[in-house]
């Protein structure tokens, strides 16, 4: 047999003259791949850049084994060339080896080219893939029985160990958790708790961190059983335009990094911590903790799992607006005082319509792949446009019960600094009327309704704090009015310079 072999620099001359390279990374036990921009150096280190969020990098953050395949194909079989590289993939960190290799890169990619020349490289992740075996391939020669050539680089090989393998399953559970959003849980507790201590005087600070776990765990449970039934429903199985992190759920069971048993176990167990907290609150504070946590469990449980499936018969907005609004706010002023009130539901409100917006403006999104699988929530129901007018009729509505309440003496006049994110509602709203069908463009709603919700349970809870005697201060009011207005002005216009940039990237990208 023939046997010819061709020099590294032979193989990085050839490396230089093709823009694109395949990129072949593990979805669980699958392979998945991809066309992406690439450099390399002289040793054969190859990188690659993507958007932050993108699948592709959770992939190899979760599984950095990578497989790569550069052709260059000069029309006809016998002038094709191969070059094959299999190795180890890593984010890279240190920022002068980013300049460099964006700066390099940008020659060959046009979105890499924008965001170098506009300074909005932290956009980007940049990928280093380092070689074990390198095998270059000319069609006429293995037409003629020749191996190709190989080059192994021993430095680079490894082998995962448990502890990696162990790791490498923990951020799949943080990503599968999506714990920026648990926030939808802590706010109506500490709003609760908040309302204890300005009506009825009282905190204890032991209730008050169980009541936080209890809330946090169900909705741990809650969001987790979501991503299981949607996917054995097929929901986010067909969902492409979903917007990350914000819609087509956490992504874990699409991508293969967690079994879809995995993700049904994980769940169940945050119910039965959740639940476990539930039982001692109904020994501690009465029965009425019990009927609180039994609509909280089967809410979690069958908000998408047959047969009830709630969010498929048009009531899962509603359901979530009363679990992550009034019971959990209900619930958290019932363990610090034993009552139950209606001056926490009126509080309530407010947040309840908000958590409620947030669920239903992530629902324009998934329009399309839920109508598909029959889940028939109210922006399915109503059609985006229709819907939009629905989504102005919360946010207004939210912010006419602040001041209904206010007006009525139901709530302290302290809470009005809640207002101060009206500005956030309006860019919502103008963003839903604009780009309801326009999933891409969407994502300042998306983000101005989750800040809306944090900041307005924020900012309501502060509120009912400040109203307490011993902490009533107006100066202390207007300054946090004052900051908290700056602050939202602050992410409202993030949020114009965030649109601009991805319009721009992907322009450049179809350039």
Same mark, same amino acid.
């Given at each position: 047999?023939?046997?010819? #072999? ?10 230089? $003259? ?14 998945? #791949?991809? $066309? $992406? ?7 054969? /280190?190859?990188? =690659?850049?993507? +958007? ?27 002038? @094709? #060339? ?5 190795? !180890? ?10 300049? &460099? ?31 074990? #075996? ?21 430095? /680079? ?40 201590? @300005?009506? @009825?005087?009282?905190? %204890? ?52 990094? =967690?079994?879809?048993?995995?993700? $049904? ?5 945050? +119910? ?14 009465? !029965? ?5 946590? =039994? ?49 926490? +539901? ?53 912010? @006419? ?28 709203? &103008? ?19 989750? %800040? ?20 009533? /201060? ?38």
């Amino acid at each position: 047999m023939t046997t010819v #072999t061709h020099s590294q620099d032979e193989i990085l001359s050839v490396l230089k $003259m093709i823009p694109q390279i395949s990129v072949a990374t593990f979805k669980g036990s699958k392979i998945r #791949t991809r $066309m $992406m921009h690439f450099v390399n150096d002289d040793k054969f /280190n190859v990188y =690659l850049s993507s +958007l932050k969020g993108d699948p592709k990098i959770e992939q190899i953050t979760q599984n950095p084994s990578v497989s790569l395949l550069a052709l260059k194909y000069e029309g006809d079989f016998p002038a @094709a #060339t191969e070059v094959e590289i299999t190795g !180890w993939a890593e984010i890279v960190g240190d920022e002068e080896t980013r300049r &460099k290799w964006f700066v390099e890169e940008a020659s060959k990619s046009p979105i890499v080219k924008y965001l170098v020349e506009t300074g909005n490289t932290d956009k980007l992740e940049l990928i280093r893939v380092r070689p074990e #075996t390198v095998k270059f391939r000319l069609a006429r020669e293995i037409v003629q029985g020749v191996p190709p050539t190989i080059f192994e680089f021993s430095e /680079n090989c490894k082998e995962e160990d448990d502890a990696a393998m162990v790791k490498r399953k923990m951020k799949s559970w943080v990503t599968e958790m999506r714990l920026p959003f648990i926030t939808a849980s802590v706010i109506p507790v500490l709003l609760g708790t908040s309302i204890a201590g @300005a009506v @009825a005087n009282v905190f %204890n600070p032991l209730f008050f961190v169980l009541a936080m776990i209890g809330g946090a765990t169900l909705h741990l449970g809650a969001n987790i059983l979501n991503d299981y039934f949607d996917h054995r429903s097929g929901t986010d199985d067909r969902n492409i335009e979903f917007i990350r992190p914000f819609s087509g759920g956490s992504r874990v069971i699409q991508l293969g990094l =967690l079994t879809p048993l995995e993700v $049904m176990t994980g769940g169940f167990f945050f +119910l039965i911590v959740g639940a476990s907290i539930g039982l001692f609150f109904t020994w501690a504070s009465g !029965w009425f903790v019990l009927l609180l946590m =039994l609509v909280g469990v089967t809410s979690a449980i069958f908000y998408t799992a047959p047969p009830l499936n709630l969010v498929s018969r048009g009531i899962g907005e509603a359901f979530i607006g009363l679990n992550f609004g009034y019971l959990m706010t209900l619930g958290a002023y019932y363990v610090q005082t034993g009552e139950v009130s209606w001056v926490p +539901l009126a509080a309530a409100t407010p947040v309840a319509l908000l958590i409620a917006a947030v669920l239903y403006i992530n629902e324009f999104p998934d329009y399309t792949a839920d109508r598909a699988a029959g889940k028939w929530h109210l922006v399915v129901r109503l059609g985006r446009n229709k819907a939009a007018v629905g989504y102005l009729g919360i946010i207004a509505a939210t912010y @006419a019960s602040i001041l209904a309440a206010v007006a009525l003496r139901v709530m302290p006049i302290e809470t009005l600094i809640s207002l101060v994110t009206l500005p956030l509602a309006v860019k919502a709203v &103008k963003y839903t009327f604009a780009y309801h069908s326009q999933s891409n463009n969407l994502v300042p709603a998306n983000v101005s309704t989750i %800040n809306m919700h944090l900041l307005t349970g924020v900012l309501l809870t502060a509120g009912y704090i400040l109203s307490i005697p011993q902490f009533n /201060n107006p100066i202390v009011t207007l300054a946090l009015a004052v900051a908290a207005g700056l602050f939202v002005m602050r992410v409202y216009r993030k949020l114009g310079r965030e649109q601009a940039l991805a319009v721009n990237v992907r322009n450049a990208a179809s350039s």
